[in-house]
């Protein structure tokens, strides 16, 4: 099974202020159609998962510029370039490569 | 708008049997293979079956098979999950989600519901 591993685990950020988000994959997430697998999603306080990033840094449909994804390969970071109050919560990544599909440990968003 | 509400999760006794459905709507249902991703309550996510579009193409999670089986009913719009031989491990909320592609291996999932309570226990 490939293997997700998000850091940091825990995030603090005052408002306004950037966040970011590191996922690495145990292998590369590259699919032989050119498209990369990697998922981005934020599981707010209460709420299901809802679809943030797909193939690495194309925003889902009503997603915030606010948020970009990068990377390529195994190593793959969400920003978060102003942070606000509805931003909270867990973040995960997530390889759509092969099954199982796997997610990242989730990392914890909150307010400082 | 597509939604997606699942029902089922109740108590169950190790070894005992329970079905979960996913009722949707606001999408050509049979257009779109769904998902089963359950999680334990304050902990990760973890994907446990897909089934494709038309039904015919079925994946679990090594910790399931030979214990769950996915369905769906196009008809009807709902996706099922039958859970046999139930352990306490399996207690979590349980989300069906749906995948923007038909295929047995659909890669993501782009809308999800709100979840059901499994829980099992003597």
């Known amino acids: 099974d490939i293997v997700m591993t998000q850091t940091p685990l825990s995030l603090s950020v005052a408002p306004g202020q950037p966040a970011s988000i590191s996922c690495k994959s145990s292998?590369?997430?590259?699919?032989?159609?050119?498209?990369?697998?990697l998922y981005w999603y934020l599981q707010k306080p209460g709420q299901s998962p809802q679809l943030l990033i797909f193939?690495?840094?194309n925003r889902f449909s009503g997603v915030s510029d606010r948020f970009t994804g990068s990377g390529s390969g195994t190593d793959f970071t969400l920003k978060i370039s102003r942070l606000e109050a509805e931003d909270v919560g867990v973040y995960y990544c997530?390889?759509?490569?092969?099954?199982?599909?796997?997610f990242g440990q989730g990392t914890k968003l909150e307010i400082k | 708008e597509v939604q997606l509400l699942e029902s089922g999760g109740t108590l169950e006794q190790p070894g005992g049997s329970l079905r979960l459905s996913c009722a949707a709507s606001g999408f050509t249902f049979s257009h779109y293979a769904m998902s089963w991703v359950r999680q334990v309550p304050g902990k990760g996510l973890e994907w446990v079956s897909v089934?494709?579009?038309?039904?015919?193409?079925?994946f679990y999670a090594d910790s399931v098979k030979g214990r769950f089986t996915i369905s769906r009913d196009n008809s009807d719009n709902t996706l099922y999950l039958q859970m046999n031989r139930l352990r306490a491990e399996d207690t979590a909320i349980y989300y069906c989600?749906?995948?923007?592609?038909?295929?047995?291996?659909?890669?993501?999932?782009?809308?999800w519901g709100q979840g059901t309570l499994v829980t099992v226990s003597s």
């Open positions: 989600a749906k995948s923007p592609y038909f295929g047995g291996n659909p890669r993501l999932f782009d809308h």
């Open positions: 193939e690495v840094s």
């Open positions: 292998q590369s997430l590259l699919h032989s159609d050119g498209k990369t697998c």
């Open positions: 089934i494709s579009g038309s039904g015919g193409s079925t």
């Open positions: 997530m390889q759509g490569l092969q099954l199982p599909y796997t």
